[in-house]
Nanobody, 127 residues
């Protein structure tokens, strides 16, 4: 497993933007598919986005497609989530996750089957 630390959460008005970062402690970061999930109060954790080892392939939930962009910098052991056109329904705790295997398969795994998780960061979008 790899240790993950998220940063960049906060309060933003609807229509605004935020960028989340997730730093990995493991030097094998480039061998992990990386993902972002979110969990709103009273709801189950849901998939947001995933990215392959090289960053060449990305996958998104329909609810964020066209607004969020996942990217990674393997030299910095960091994955990012750029969130634009934020909506109140995007309010949640956002989690970074990592798992081994091709991203096209990892992205379909339920949250409980991902191997490593960060502690989460709160995003609140006000209307």
């Amino acid at each position: 497993q790899v240790q993950l630390v998220e940063s960049g959460g906060g309060l933003v008005q609807a229509g605004g933007s935020l960028r989340l970062s997730c730093a990995a402690s493991d030097g094998t970061f480039s061998t992990y598919a990386m993902g972002w999930f979110r969990q709103a109060p009273g709801k189950e954790r849901e998939f947001v986005a995933a990215i392959s080892w090289t960053g060449s392939s990305t996958y998104y939930a329909d609810s964020v497609k066209g607004r969020f962009t996942i990217s990674r910098d393997n030299a910095k052991n960091t994955v990012y989530l750029q969130m634009n056109s934020l909506k109140p329904e995007d309010t949640a705790v956002y989690y970074c996750a990592a798992d081994k295997g091709p991203a096209r398969i990892v992205a379909t795994k339920p949250p409980q089957n991902w191997g490593s998780w960060g502690q989460g960061t709160q995003i609140t979008v006000s209307s």
